[in-house]
T-cell receptor, first 115, second 113 residues
Framework: DGGITQSPKYLFRKEGQNVTLSCEQNLNHDAMYWYRQDPGQGLRLIYYSQIVNDFQKGDIAEGYSVSREKKESFPLTVTSAQKNPTAFYLC??????????????FGAGTRLSVL | GENVEQHPSTLSVQEGDSAVIKCTYSDSASNYFPWYKQELGKRPQLIIDIRSNVGEKKDQRIAVTLNKTAKHFSLHITETQPEDSAVYFCAASGAGGSYIPTFGRGTSLIVHP
């Protein structure tokens, strides 16, 4: 379904806990992204990666960390430093070469709540 | 960096009416403007896009117009149907050769039967 898979669908975090959201794609896309979606806030970029073993901060990276050890995988860790983690998290991928235009292919999302 | 403003935040129309959503962008070097539709509980999906060398693009009941001078672009939906109800996001990218999109805050379109 769509070639990009996020898990879990729902996640609950206890105070002081780090949690990791999974994102896997089989589209052979170069670039991958993490967005946070809050009501009325649109899609805000947390981190992105255009190549394996390299990633860049987006607009709201504080309290989050990522890794890109494989082209297919881009996990996001929500650390205890993120004081307001409750949100819907979307992973996306895109072709990252001339003519690719950065068209975003989204996963189905993970809804994170704080216990 | 790029900044994209989107209006209105909520739009309510009767079935069969037209709907227009407007976005403005700040970086005149942006050259690619996609629109994404997110139905309730689903992932956003690209529905139409336009590049800066084109003023208008149509696909059945939806169209997008671009005014480069004024740095704004709009989504037009004609003959709206209940299944058009969704959140619509505009985006801008392409400045400096980067296609990482900057999204607007979204418009919740409600089509009443």
């Amino acid at each position: 379904d769509g070639g990009i898979t996020q898990s879990p669908k729902y996640l609950f975090r206890k105070e002081g806990q780090n949690v990791t959201l999974s994102c896997e794609q089989n589209l052979n896309h170069d670039a991958m992204y993490w967005y946070r979606q809050d009501p009325g806030q649109g899609l805000r970029l947390i981190y992105y990666s255009q190549i394996v073993n390299d990633f860049q901060k987006g607009d709201i990276a504080e309290g989050y960390s990522v890794s890109r050890e494989k082209k297919e995988s881009f996990p996001l860790t929500v650390t205890s430093a993120q004081k307001n983690p409750t949100a819907f998290y979307l992973c996306a991928s895109s072709i990252d070469r001339a003519g690719g235009l950065g068209i975003q292919y989204f996963g189905a999302g993970t809804r994170l709540s704080v216990l | 960096g790029e900044n994209v403003e989107q209006h209105p935040s909520t739009l309510s129309v009767q079935e069969g009416d037209s709907a227009v959503i407007k976005c403005t962008y700040s970086d005149s070097a942006s050259n690619y403007f996609p629109w994404y539709k997110q139905e309730l509980g689903k992932r956003p999906q690209l529905i139409i896009d336009i590049r800066s060398n084109v003023g208008e693009k149509k696909d059945q009941r939806i169209a997008v117009t671009l005014n480069k001078t004024a740095k704004h672009f709009s989504l037009h939906i004609t003959e709206t149907q209940p299944e058009d109800s969704a959140v619509y996001f505009c985006a801008a990218s392409g400045a400096g050769g980067s296609y990482i999109p900057t999204f607007g805050r979204g418009t919740s379109l409600i089509v009443h039967p």
